[in-house]
């Protein structure tokens, strides 16, 4: 039997038509038992039916080319008894074994996004709404713990890996003993300390898991009992051994590896560091390979594995690959049914999932943070009843506020599905300096310094300072504590500080030059509605100067003091920060100025005039700023971005001073009207709406090219001679993601301007 099963490579079509007459004669029980001593039959008159074991190499993003074998055992009908994997393989394996289908798994393959899964930073929908503004905008990042650098066993903590594989693990929640699984399951990790294999059969089946998979110096390590664990790849990544082991008298294993690297691709010292750390499995490969009745090999050399953004491609080679073998997998399901008649497989294996009354709630881990503030904005309450989806959105809106690394529950069984849920806690170092470089066609080089504390004074409370260095430099400061007993309140002092040119046009031509420093400092108040949208309070007050630097006939010079009272509402469901897809950003600012106290002298071709004499009058007025973005998805390429601008200054007569400005791509200045066709400032106005359409589309991957167009309506509170005035614009963006922030570069004109412009924006702006 076993020389009909093992094979070298898959069978062609004629070899199928040499091994169906040999498959045929196990019919004839007693000629099989004559030419194959250790056959079906022998087993057959034990009493014993061969049990068929599956194993599945780990490879990253080529381990998904395994759900293609799986579609294929499912589709022939073959009973699996044992599953074994490895890293990819441990995931897809042990989700089959909990009873997904093969159909299923590819279904939810495809929904994940896997590079969120697999990065280094929470997506950004994970993110609590307080944090989102400075979040992931720092090339790097350095963590401090007691006035020390920190450094950890890996970089991708995989917190959002973790939380899926516990949506996914759900229904097998109370099972601790993975023999006990639809198909009893093994996966395989190193003990990072000896070297050894461990084999994982019992426990928390996402640990186990997430152990399996922990790349060295990529991926955290997991501490499960009292051992570190990383990627079973470096000592077993195919075990077929430990299917043997577990009672598999047939064994078909799938594997997704091309083994060590010849000499010739090993070029850089990293190249030849990872070959050295799979020297020990390679000699594994030799005896798991030796014991495997069906070897199923995937040639995905075109595939690495980090090919997350390939996940579709790999998905249909290993159906390809599948239907291959299909006709194997057919012949000895149809054989061991014919031999050894067994009930017609359950058509639904998985487990049903009912919700789970939590009867108590364990935290652990915490070491600077306080349990009342982790409570607190976790939500859930003892003798509740909750789904996974509750418990996961719960488990987010704590990890959202960035004082925790990571953050795992687990469920403690207690009877009457009624369990203990205990969560285990990593917290986030207190102290975060962070570094980025940024240039702009507007502000030219910036490098930007932020430093991030937590704990700063006050418990529950967060700090930041962050400066731009530059011949425009930049502050901002913050500092926030959580209220309530939910913690979704919080109170807040801000300061902020630019020095930027501005510049004043007539007819699009520039007239005048000028440097604007602004400084503000606040005291507010916020409401977190939920981890996407907040309203708030506050009062600011705000200081203005105009120094003139190139000013030929009208000359103001000097600044003025104001007090901005104000209300704001904030809500953000972007899905990232770079080039966003789908979701939605809005900002809206309104309130009232007060309190105003100008200094200003203005000189006309070197004549002192009064202010008075200009009409110009500081009296308080109302002001409103809106600014939303909409970005809906067409396909996977492509995506529409829909923005609408508004600023309206009522009750106002000044000029200048507290105009909104039209003009720029980036919207990062005080009272900006983003547009694209203008420069920044090229047109302001006491009041402006404007609305912008583009189309996104990804070419290759991480490059964009932007094609958009926008118009505005400004002067429209009566100050003008005409009703309104307007302005169209356009132009192409091509457009690059990288780890500095986007990389932008724009043509673009305008038809009341009448001449082509260029912007640059490198990096993620202050």
Not at 202 to 219: D, K, L, N, T
Not at 257 to 267: F, S, V, W
Not at 553 to 573: A, P, S, V
Request: charged share 20%; proline share 5%.
């Amino acid at each position: 039997m076993r020389r009909i099963l093992r094979q070298e490579k898959p069978l062609s079509l004629l070899q199928y038509k040499d091994v169906y007459p040999l498959m045929c004669r196990l019919f004839f029980l007693l000629l099989v038992a004559s030419l194959y001593p250790y056959s079906l039959f022998a087993q057959q008159a034990s009493g014993h039916r061969p049990r068929v074991g599956l194993t599945l190499s780990g490879g990253g993003a080529k381990g998904l080319a395994h759900i293609g074998i799986l579609r294929a055992i499912d589709s022939a009908g073959l009973k699996i008894d044992y599953i074994t994997g490895t890293s990819m393989g441990s995931i897809v394996g042990a989700l089959y074994a909990m009873g997904y289908s093969g159909d299923t798994i590819e279904i939810e393959a495809r929904q994940l996004d896997w590079n969120t899964l697999f990065s280094n930073q929470p997506s950004l929908k994970e993110v609590s709404f307080e944090e989102r503004a400075e979040y992931n905008r720092y090339m790097i990042e350095v963590p401090f713990e007691y006035g020390k650098p920190k450094l950890t066993s890996g970089v991708i903590s995989g917190e959002a890996l973790w939380l899926e594989l516990a949506r996914l693990s759900w229904p097998v929640r109370d099972v601790k003993d993975f023999s006990k699984f639809n198909i009893p399951f093994k996966c395989i990790a190193t003990d990072v300390a000896t070297g050894q294999i461990v084999t994982l059969d019992q426990g928390e089946i996402v640990s186990c898991i997430r152990a399996s998979m922990a790349i060295p110096s990529v991926f955290t390590a997991v501490k499960i009992g009292d051992r570190k664990l990383v990627d079973g790849g470096v000592v077993r990544n195919f075990p077929t051994i430990t299917a043997k082991q577990m009672g598999a008298d047939i064994i078909i294993g799938s594997n997704v590896t091309n083994g060590l690297r010849p000499a010739d691709e090993l070029i850089t010292p990293v190249d030849i560091l990872y070959q050295l750390g799979f020297y020990k499995d390679a000699e594994d490969f030799v005896k798991a390979r030796k014991i495997t009745d069906i070897y199923v090999h995937h040639s995905l050399k075109n595939y690495t594995a980090a090919s997350f953004g390939s996940v579709d491609s790999i998905l249909e080679e290993g159906k390809r690959k599948g239907r291959e073998m299909y006709p194997v997998f057919k012949r000895l399901a149809d054989s061991l049914n014919a031999l050894y008649p067994e009930p017609p497989p359950l058509k639904n294996r998985l487990p049903l999932t009912p919700d789970v009354e939590i009867s108590d709630i364990v935290i652990k881990g915490l070491i600077h943070s306080d349990e009342k503030f982790f409570r607190g904005r976790l939500g859930l309450q003892p003798d509740g009843c909750y789904t996974p989806d509750q418990i996961r959105e719960a488990v987010l809106n704590v990890y959202g506020t960035r004082f925790y690394k990571q953050i795992t529950y687990h469920l403690n069984p207690l009877g009457h599905s009624r369990s203990q849920l205990e969560i285990d806690v990593e917290e986030n170092p207190l102290t975060y300096v962070k570094f980025a470089l940024h240039y702009n066609s507007f502000t030219n080089v910036s490098a930007i310094v932020n430093i991030t504390q937590r704990n700063f004074i006050v418990p529950n409370s967060r700090a930041y300072v962050t400066v731009a260095i530059s011949e425009n430099p930049r502050l901002r400061a913050e500092y926030f504590k959580y209220l309530g007993r939910k913690r979704n309140v919080g109170f807040g002092l801000g300061a902020y500080y630019e020095n930027d040119p501005l510049n004043f046009y007539e007819d699009y031509k520039k007239s005048l030059e000028y440097r604007n420093k602004y400084a503000a400092f606040d005291i507010h108040m916020q409401y977190m509605l939920n981890r996407v949208m907040a309203v708030g309070v506050g009062t600011r007050w705000e200081y203005i100067r105009l120094k003139p630097k190139l000013s030929p006939n009208l000359e103001i010079d000097g600044n003025t003091k104001q007090l901005n009272t104000f209300f704001y509402y904030g809500l953000n469901t972007v899905n990232r920060k770079q080039f966003p897809t789908r979701g939605a950003d809005i900002q809206l600012e309104t309130g009232m100025i007060y309190n105003q106290n100008p200094k200003f002298r203005v000189h006309l071709q070197g004549e002192e005039l009064p202010l008075d004499s200009l009409g110009v009058r500081f009296e308080n007025y109302q002001r409103l700023l809106l600014k939303m973005n909409y970005y809906f998805p067409f396909g996977r390429r492509s995506s529409l971005h829909v923005g609408g601008y508004a600023g309206f200054n009522f009750n106002y007569d000044q000029q200048l001073v507290n105009d909104f400005l039209i003009g720029g791509i980036t919207d990062f200045s005080r009272n900006q009207i983003p547009f694209v066709g203008l420069y920044e400032g090229e047109v302001n106005t006491a009041s402006a709406a404007s609305i912008q359409l583009g189309w996104q589309y990804e070419a290759v991957r991480n490059l964009f090219v932007i094609p958009r167009g926008s118009v505005a309506l400004f002067d429209l509170n009566g100050l003008s001679a005409t009703k309104y005035n307007y302005v169209t614009g356009y132009g192409v963006t091509l457009g690059y993601s990288t780890r500095l922030g986007p990389l932008e570069a724009t043509v673009m004109y305008s038809d009341q301007a009448r001449y082509l412009k260029a912007y640059v924006n490198l990096g993620f702006h202050f």
